[in-house]
């Protein structure tokens, strides 16, 4: 009998905690045996989604109001933006062609124009194009090209017309060679 009575005080202290939740009071062997939810988060109500499921429409975002402030964009939400981008190709106007075979250098020095050389940009040294002249240089072998900028005079070694940097060599395929044939294109923006 003892054991029995602290069996009913012990079912009468499950029903009290029971009832003292928000629902009506259930019996201990009703709570004891009621399954639970999987997820303690399911049974809450649901705001609107923010993206369509399959096949559904999707709501409108939300505008801006007057008042809000403008948060500053993260560094990688801008880097995002730009990589989203489609580059825009820059068009030029072709003032004048021609062919000859094209040679790189690499060793640092100052140019003709008065800046220090850089192997690593997209340059070029002509004998008489203006400074700061564009132009396309197409490698007759590939069909690979490059837009570079004239900075330098030269070169001096016979039948060539174009001393290219050796990044812009790089982009046309011919550093393995050294001296490449090519065709090229005096260009103006248009």
């Not at 396309?136 to 016979?158: H, L, Q, W």
Request: glycine share 10%; net charge positive.
């Amino acid at each position: 009998m003892i054991v029995s009575g602290a069996a009913v005080a012990v079912l009468a202290a499950g029903a009290f905690a029971l009832a003292g939740r928000d629902g009506p009071a259930e019996s201990a062997p009703a709570a004891q045996t009621a399954p639970q939810p999987a997820d303690p988060l399911a049974d809450r109500p649901h705001g609107e989604p923010t993206r369509a499921g399959r096949g559904a429409t999707r709501s409108p975002e939300p505008s801006p109001s007057k008042t809000s402030k403008k948060k500053k964009s993260s560094k990688s939400e801008s880097q995002a933006a730009n990589v989203a981008k489609p580059k825009k190709k820059k068009r030029y106007k072709v003032l004048r062609t021609g062919s000859c075979e094209a040679s790189y250098y690499w060793e640092g020095q100052m140019t003709a124009s008065g800046e220090a050389f850089d192997p690593s940009e997209l340059t070029a040294a002509h004998k008489t194009l203006p400074m700061g002249s564009k132009v396309r240089v197409t490698n007759k072998n590939n069909d690979r090209s490059v837009v570079v900028r004239i900075n330098d005079r030269g070169p001096y070694a016979g039948g060539r017309c174009l001393d290219l940097s050796k990044a812009a060599m790089k982009k046309v395929g011919g550093t393995g060679s050294g001296v490449i044939p090519v065709r090229y294109e005096v260009l103006s923006k248009g």
